[in-house]
């Protein structure tokens, strides 16, 4: 009787153990199809973590060149515009640049200097144009109240400065002057 309880016992228990075995392994073979595309989408999560969270990708980089002169000297644009906060006034375009990042790094506006040579560096999350106005704007730094402003772009003279698109390599000369 014992014997033949356990074999039916055992008869029971076999296919239900084969359910359980291909349920297993269907459920495996999930997991790791879920876990490869995980793993497939972990590069672009870093990749964003690493760019500081919530930061788009740069897809517009050039740098056009300003010179200035005030009251008949040459003056350096100074460099860390839109960079260092005595240096970045006006904060309404900063969304297209770069966003401070976790660990500690500085953001930048989208237009900005890294030195004072006077290159101007457009790196911007859109396409779009920018002006010279925003730049002076974004710096803050140039008076000039009850000045005339002579502007070239290229040589050529411009009549709104303030207006001039910043295009790859071009030359701005500002001449500031009661
Ligand atoms: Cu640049």
Redesign the pocket.
């Known amino acids: 009787m014992d014997t033949k309880e356990n074999n039916n016992c055992n008869d029971a228990i076999t296919p239900a153990n084969k359910n359980t075995k291909i349920i297993f392994v269907i459920v495996a073979v999930a997991v790791t199809i879920a876990l490869g595309i995980g793993l497939s989408l972990t590069p672009t999560t870093m990749s964003g973590a690493q760019m500081g969270g919530g930061n788009k990708a740069i897809i517009m ?3 056009p060149h300003l010179n200035l002169i005030i009251d008949g000297k040459p003056v350096t644009v100074p460099s860390q515009i839109g960079i260092d906060p005595s240096l970045w006034k006006d904060h309404s375009l900063d969304h297209y640049g770069m966003q401070a990042m976790s660990n500690g790094m500085s953001g930048m506006a989208p237009l ?1 200097t ?1 030195d004072a040579t006077g ?1 101007i ?3 911007s999350n859109i396409i779009r144009n920018y002006t010279l106005g925003e730049f002076l704007n974004i710096w803050g730094g140039l008076d000039t109240n009850g000045k005339t402003v002579k502007a070239t772009l290229d040589g050529a003279p411009v009549s709104d400065y303030k207006n001039i698109i910043l295009r790859d390599g071009e030359q701005i000369n500002l001449d500031v002057a009661k």
């Open positions: 980089h050039f740098h900005h890294h290159t560096h457009i790196e």
